[in-house]
């Protein structure tokens, strides 16, 4: 079931999603710093994550991570870059595995049978197997566990922010702009700026409707 690193993952599947093929650019990297201060300052401003430092939260027990990654994927089919946003917002930011915790865990539960990676519109992303499936309904309480310790977390920040409030997802939004001019081909670059237009014109779309009545 594996595909081996060296053949399928570390390849052009992954690295094109930003994940190894960058050398380092973006927050943590080695090559290229991370964002400039203004930038982290105005990330954080807006409820968004700490784009220069780790966030810290509760300790990651052993086997969290491939729990995490089977519940994510649960939900629908998605590719390593995603797994690990996936992660972090469901934990309020908490939690952000690093690629080197993510990368032999996906292998390990391709050898299992659990997950296997499939080409769907031209990219590839990780989908659970029927055996996977049937793990994740056989095994609710120990990925419900996964994501206990963040419960509060998670309820501590919505109650800081609110019913409705904007900032938090303004943050987000900010920080995968961030992430895509850093680390995007020029294609993902140019698709992200058809997305935040049509994004802008239904933002003005709102306000033209005006107060119902």
């Known amino acids: 079931m594996g595909h081996g690193w060296g053949q399928g993952w570390v390849g052009p599947g992954w690295a094109a999603e930003g994940m190894s093929g960058h050398k380092g650019r973006g927050p943590g990297g080695r090559g ?65 595995p690093s690629p080197g915790s993510v990368y032999p ?18 990219r590839r992303v990780l989908v659970l197997t029927e055996e996977g499936r049937t793990y994740v309904a056989e095994h609710p309480d120990e990925l419900r566990a996964t994501w206990r310790p963040f419960e509060a977390t998670g309820d501590e920040v919505a109650a800081a922010a609110g019913v409705g409030d904007l900032k938090p997802v303004i943050g987000q939004v900010m920080g995968a702009v961030w992430q895509i001019m850093v680390s995007g081909t020029d294609q993902q670059r140019a698709e992200a700026a ?7 014109r239904r933002l003005y779309g709102l306000l033209a409707e005006g107060e119902p009545e």
């Open 32 to 96: 290229r710093p991370g964002p400039p201060p203004w930038v982290q300052e105005l990330v954080r401003s807006f409820g968004g994550p700490d784009m220069g430092a780790k966030a810290r939260g509760p300790k990651v027990r052993r086997g969290d991570v491939r729990a995490a990654i089977l519940d994510v994927l649960a939900v629908e089919p998605m590719n390593g870059y995603q797994i690990i946003q996936q992660i972090s917002e469901r934990s309020a930011g908490a939690w952000k």
């Open 194 to 200: 058809d997305v935040l237009g049509e994004t802008r």
């Open 105 to 122: 865990t996906v292998q390990q539960l391709e050898d299992e049978g659990l997950i296997e990676g499939q080409e769907r519109e031209g």
